[in-house]
């Protein structure tokens, strides 16, 4: 299998699959309008449905010849609020409130509070939020089956509503009965990703790691201000980082959103993970058929900040415009990335290599290719490590990875600037591999003869991890 549709721009766009897009056709106009990763979110749908999706997801790969990646996003712990004896009820600014393990249906002085997780890591003052943010709520007083809270910003509470407790750490798993139930369910089924959500420490990330075994990488959501706390360990035990400000938005006051976007994008960079910014990009578009200016701009600066991908929700999963949501994402990042100050941005912000052989090879790939102007870098990768290494420059030029892994091919469908092929043929040497690099080069659209492209690989070849050798070529007429 080889990939014969080439992506003029390095940032990726992820895409989410639900009842606006769930057919052959509609995935295909994704495809086409720009979406490099489908996204599969379980929070919603059954078992069937997305298998279902999967299979489409698949026959489209094979049809179009270009690997695409797959994230499984499971739902992670939902903290909620009981019902109410009338469905809602209205609270005021200053007056008491009792959350409670009463499983009665609730008034306006008291309403269920099934988390007893919550009662007992709660304290004097801590804040919860109710509904999204729109509620908050100040704890007085404190029994072992109670909170008595001060309303501080009161509204209309309805059934069943979310919780969030921003203060304290919760003594809650990342991974709930249903989210072991999914996992068991779709890691055979050939995905890439796992999105895990609620990630308060690196342990969370661990387990998910250990149920994985390997079939698929785990990419964490970073969505509580405690995971932020912990940034460095959590992302030195995860493969991938999402920037997910739903929930975060709701636990960090909102002027706190924009650093910390920027710290976990330089993070991530840092250690040649890639980074996805979710949620609320062309939100608009759920309904409207052009997003604002400001979810222009939004999508614009997480490319300005280097980002690997920019992910859409509700736009493409329920909305009714997905092509059109994902083809103004595509055009968003491809005029960012024809600006003069984003290259110059991207050339400021890279970091500086490990003391390693692979980061120096990696380095000098990127020095040489800016000072002969080459067509692409082409990185021989099994893993996807070599890749990595290289995308983690920025370069100037595409990066081709070469792999013989179409799962590794897969999951390179979300790294920034790489636009990865499968190839069959078995190299040897490295003279095998330049010659391997030149065709696919040209095959691929990337170099023309009389042009000049970089190869960097691993000798001995077939060994992970011993990416140690460059070489430059000139493709012959």
């Known amino acids: ?137 100040r704890v007085l007083r404190k029994r072992g089956d109670h909170l008595l809270t001060e309303v501080m910003n009161g509204g209309i509470l309805s059934d069943r509503k979310g919780v969030n407790v921003p203060d304290v750490v919760l003594p809650i798993p990342a991974l709930t009965e249903k989210d072991r139930y999914d996992l068991d369910f779709v890691l055979d089924r050939g995905i890439d990703y796992i999105g895990l959500s609620f990630v308060q420490r690196p342990e969370d990330v661990v387990e998910t790691k250990e149920i994985a075994a390997g079939r698929a990488l785990v990419m964490i959501k970073l969505e509580k201000p405690q995971a932020l706390t912990n940034l460095d360990a959590v992302l030195d035990a995860s493969d991938a980082v999402m920037v997910a400000r739903g929930d975060l938005g709701v636990e960090l006051p909102p002027e706190e959103i924009p650093i910390a976007q920027k710290r976990i994008i330089r993070a991530a960079q840092l250690r040649g993970m890639p980074v996805v910014v979710a949620t609320q990009m062309l939100e608009s578009m759920v309904t409207s058929p052009a997003p604002t200016r400001a979810e222009a701009s939004d999508v614009a600066t997480a490319v300005y900040d280097s980002a690997d991908a920019v992910m859409l929700s509700a736009e493409s999963a ?68 070599s890749a990595l290494r290289v995308a983690r420059e920025r370069p100037h030029c595409p990066v081709i990875g070469l792999t013989p892994s179409l799962q590794t091919a897969r999951r390179l469908a979300v790294v920034w600037g790489v636009h990865a092929v499968v190839v069959t043929d078995e190299v040897f040497s490295m003279t095998e591999a330049v010659t391997l690099s030149m065709r696919v080069a040209r095959q691929e659209g990337f170099a023309k003869p009389g042009e000049e492209i970089v190869v960097v690989a691993g000798v001995p070849f077939g060994q992970s991890g011993t990416t140690n050798a460059l070489r430059v070529a000139k493709l012959m007429s």
């Open 1 to 137: 299998m080889t990939s014969r549709s080439r992506r003029h721009r390095r940032t990726k766009i992820i895409a989410t699959v639900g009842p606006a897009c769930s057919t052959p056709e509609m995935l295909a106009q994704l495809a086409e309008a720009g979406a490099d990763v489908f996204r599969l979110n379980f929070s919603h749908g059954t078992h069937a449905d997305h298998a279902e999706r999967i299979e489409m997801i698949r026959a489209l790969e094979h049809r179009i010849g270009r690997p695409i990646g797959i994230l499984a996003d499971v739902q992670g712990p939902k903290l909620r609020l009981g019902q109410f004896q009338g469905g809602r009820v209205q609270l005021q600014a200053g007056q008491e409130f009792q959350l409670d393990l009463n499983p009665a249906p609730g008034d306006r002085r008291r309403v269920n509070l099934p988390h007893p997780e919550i009662i007992s890591a709660a304290g004097i003052g801590t804040t919860l939020l109710l509904d999204d943010g729109k509620l908050r709520l």
């Open 318 to 385: 329920a909305g009714q415009y997905p092509r059109e949501a994902v083809n103004m994402m595509d055009r968003i990042v491809a005029r960012v990335e024809r600006d003069e100050d984003w290259q110059r941005g991207i050339d400021q912000k890279r970091p500086d290599p490990e003391h390693s052989s692979p980061d120096a090879i990696a380095r000098a790939a990127w020095q040489v290719a800016h000072t002969i102007d080459a067509k692409a870098i082409v990185a021989f990768t099994s893993s996807g490590a």
